[in-house]
């Protein structure tokens, strides 16, 4: 079957995060120029045939197999900007409603949040992809691949301990609460700045509400900027006017944008919240993390 990914949130916007050894990784669909890369990271992969019989022992049988998962796969990469292709994540649709999974960490990165990382973009992808189910085999003795599906949301089909779990994710569930739209849960008393006003004044707001970010909106209250604490630790921009100082280069959603793409946007991005706008590019409203945590407190 045929996948887009244009509308994905992972295709346009790469997950960025920093892993446990404080290194920068990339989390990304899959190019046509990364194809080798990928076959090098399971090449490279020690021991051979270490889950399931995977990767394949012979070189010959493993670049098939690496090739076969880039012709029927979705697929998903985490890169280091250092060391290359780090880990790897394919989406195999089963029919229209279920999709089976694998996720696969070079040995020399394990341990350290990347497979966490891949699991959760993949899910959010399969979300994207309308699935409802995601399906996926683990080995009994791997607790560490155990723990990550677990703490991600996956359950055992049977708690009968055999050499491989069969472990599955119910989307129906996970999209009963993320697929609402961010209008139903965002801060809609916002508190935002004029492109006139002087960064003396913002300090102040900043200072006295607790704020940590304003939106900057113009006499329409069209968004124009963002203007945070950060702009403000330089003394010099004190005296300057909020448009001399802000970000121009803001990332903002329609108030029908579902909540499970604005949790993307979130880790994807490392921001802390979002302004919202209405049909006509106007300001209405400001979403944050705390504002989808009490979304969840209010459900049952």
């Not at 280091?80 to 029919?95: N, Q, W």
């Amino acid at each position: 079957m045929s996948i887009d990914l244009s509308r994905t949130t992972i295709h346009n916007f790469p997950h960025a995060f920093i892993n446990k050894k404080a290194e920068a990784i990339l989390i990304r669909t899959l190019e046509a120029k990364q194809h080798r890369q990928l076959t090098e990271m399971y090449l490279a992969y020690e021991p051979r045939s270490s889950f399931a019989g995977l990767p394949p022992i012979a070189d010959e049988a493993c670049v098939r197999w690496v090739e076969e998962m880039i012709e029927n796969a979705v697929n998903l990469l985490a890169v280091s900007f250092e060391e290359g292709v780090t880990g790897h994540a394919a989406l195999f649709p089963i029919d229209e409603q279920d999709c089976e999974v694998l996720v696969v960490v070079s040995p020399h990165h394990q341990k350290i949040g990347i497979g966490t990382e891949l699991t959760r973009c993949l899910i959010q992808l399969a979300h994207e992809l309308d699935f409802d189910r995601m399906k996926l085999n683990v080995e009994a003795r791997n607790h560490v691949a155990r723990h990550v599906y677990e703490k991600c949301g996956f359950h055992y089909n049977s708690r009968h301990l055999r050499d491989e779990l069969d472990m599955s994710l119910d989307l129906e569930t996970y999209r009963s609460g993320l697929d609402v739209p961010v209008r139903e849960i965002m801060n809609r008393s916002v508190v935002s700045v004029r492109q006139d006003m002087s960064c003396r004044e913002a300090l102040k707001l900043f200072v006295e509400d607790g704020i940590a970010t304003l939106p900057v909106v113009d006499e329409k209250n069209r968004l124009k900027g963002i203007l945070s604490e950060t702009d403000l630790l330089v003394e010099a921009n004190i005296p300057k006017k909020v448009s001399e100082v802000l970000t121009r280069e803001v990332v903002s959603i329609q108030e029908g944008y579902p909540v499970a793409n604005v949790i993307s946007l979130f880790r994807s991005r490392k921001l802390r919240c979002i302004p919202v706008l209405d049909r006509h590019m106007k300001l209405v409203g400001v979403v944050g993390r705390r504002d989808i945590l009490a979304h969840y407190l209010k459900r049952p």
